[in-house]
């Protein structure tokens, strides 16, 4: 396989990423700081839906920020499709993230002034750009959420704003979805519905999709879930199932999967 063709399949890569906490100040060093990142190299195949797991604290947001171009390594290249972020003014992340990049959050993050319609448009109108109409079309009737887009959040279910906000997230085509436990607020079916269609999209729309979560059962949705500890990537599981994850979790180090 030559490069190229690894690159034109690979959406994030990261190599030897570390984040320090708290060495900004001046005078301070590496001793002072917490290590959030110690070394964590990763390559997320186009197409595909990846879990971070871990436990509180193992660096599982200070990872998505920093391969989400919310954040810079201490140390470390990221590169999202052909362009090394690491690289980047913070001017440039904040184009990149605008462009390439959707989030989908626990708290949803709607804005109880407009309708869903309009929350699914506004980050596509901030950046100025013309909405795909047949794209739109397209993610709204996936998701089913044609007869909610008149209606503000508040008279909207957790599950149906988090297909709102799941449709905003996917609305300007973004090379990477990332998702920060999305299914943190809902019950059991919903969550089910919502992690449903993030497998959809990938299968049916070729989206990436990066997504934290502390569930199993979530992460069972995933095609591949890595696992943090202390700031290292500790363990991976393929084609996970529940058990899968739960047993990786329980011991981490055992490698598995292909
Ligand atoms: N802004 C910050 N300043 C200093 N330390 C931080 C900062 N953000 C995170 N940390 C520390 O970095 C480490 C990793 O934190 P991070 O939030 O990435 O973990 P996490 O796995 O996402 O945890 P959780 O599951 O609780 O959200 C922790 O020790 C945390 O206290």
Redesign the pocket.
């Given at each position: 396989m030559t490069l190229t063709s690894v690159a034109a399949r690979t959406a994030v890569r990261a190599i030897n990423v570390t984040k320090v906490?708290?060495v900004d100040s001046p005078g301070a060093t590496a001793a002072v700081g917490?290590q959030?990142l110690r070394g964590v190299d990763l390559e997320i195949d186009k197409g595909s839906f990846l879990a971070v797991m871990?436990p509180?604290?193992?660096?599982?947001?200070?990872l998505m920020h920093c391969l989400a171009g919310l954040d810079r390594p201490s140390s470390g290249a990221i590169t999202l499709e052909d362009t090394e972020i690491t690289a980047l003014s913070e001017r440039q992340r904040t184009d990149l993230r605008r462009d390439r990049i959707g989030f989908v959050f626990q708290q949803y993050h709607l804005l109880p002034e407009l309708n869903g319609s309009e929350n699914i448009l506004l980050p596509l109108e901030i950046a100025g750009r013309r909405p795909d109409q047949g794209w739109l079309d397209t993610v709204v009737s996936a998701l089913q959420i044609g007869d909610q887009l008149s209606r503000r959040p508040s008279q909207l279910s957790g599950g149906q704003q988090q297909r709102i906000g799941i449709a905003r997230a996917l609305a300007a085509r973004p090379a990477v979805v990332f998702a920060d436990e999305p299914t943190g607020n809902l019950d059991a079916r919903s969550g089910r519905d919502v992690l449903e269609f993030l497998r959809y999209s990938t299968r049916e729309f070729g989206q990436t999709v990066v997504m934290v979560t502390h569930d199993p059962v979530a992460a069972s949705y995933s095609d591949r879930v890595v696992l943090?500890l202390d700031g290292r990537i500790s363990g991976r599981v393929d084609e996970p199932t529940p058990e899968s994850v739960l047993d990786a979790l329980q011991n981490p180090g055992k490698r598995r999967g292909r």
């Open positions: 906490y708290g917490v959030a871990g509180s604290g193992s660096g599982k947001s200070t943090l």
